[in-house]
């Protein structure tokens, strides 16, 4: 009996943590989630990057990293959770080549325990080299419109 008891502890504890890993995913996949389940898509360059090449059309501009490397997570994620429409929509981050939204998203899926949090493979270029439209450069937080 406790053999089986903690078997299934066991089990338990392994589906909680498999379900707070950082999903790394692809454009298709990132374009399903936003049609699907109404991914909120975050691209966390810099201003100067989205100056650059734009933004994805409908994602949120919000800084993580500045121009030194530095961030202050705790700040960034109070901002996310205002712009997220329920502790379960799914978030999908985005940088330049992948890099920085990978460490962004291990970092809350580690240090805070969020869910649904995702990074695009490879950041935004795919998108751009894919022909993909991107949208200017537009202030404050709030998504660029078409």
């Not at 089990?11 to 909680?16: A, D, E, P, R, V």
Request: aromatic share 6%.
């Amino acid at each position: 009996m406790n053999k089986l008891l903690f078997l299934f502890s066991l089990m338990i504890h392994t589906q909680l943590l498999s379900a707070n890993e950082l999903g790394a995913i692809d454009i298709p996949q990132m374009l399903e989630m936003k049609n699907k389940q109404n991914a909120l898509i975050i691209d966390i360059r810099t201003e100067k990057e989205w100056a650059e090449t734009g933004t994805i059309p409908h994602s949120v501009r919000l800084q993580f990293f500045d121009s030194r490397g530095s961030y202050d997570a705790e700040q960034w994620l109070s901002e996310m959770e205002k712009l997220r429409t329920s502790p379960n929509q799914p978030v999908v981050l985005v940088c330049r080549s992948g890099n920085r939204s990978e460490k962004a998203g291990n970092l809350l899926v580690q240090t805070f325990g969020l869910d649904n949090i995702n990074h695009l493979q490879n950041g935004i270029q795919p998108w751009i080299q894919a022909g993909y439209a991107t949208t200017q450069h537009c202030p404050g937080l709030l998504a660029c419109k078409q």
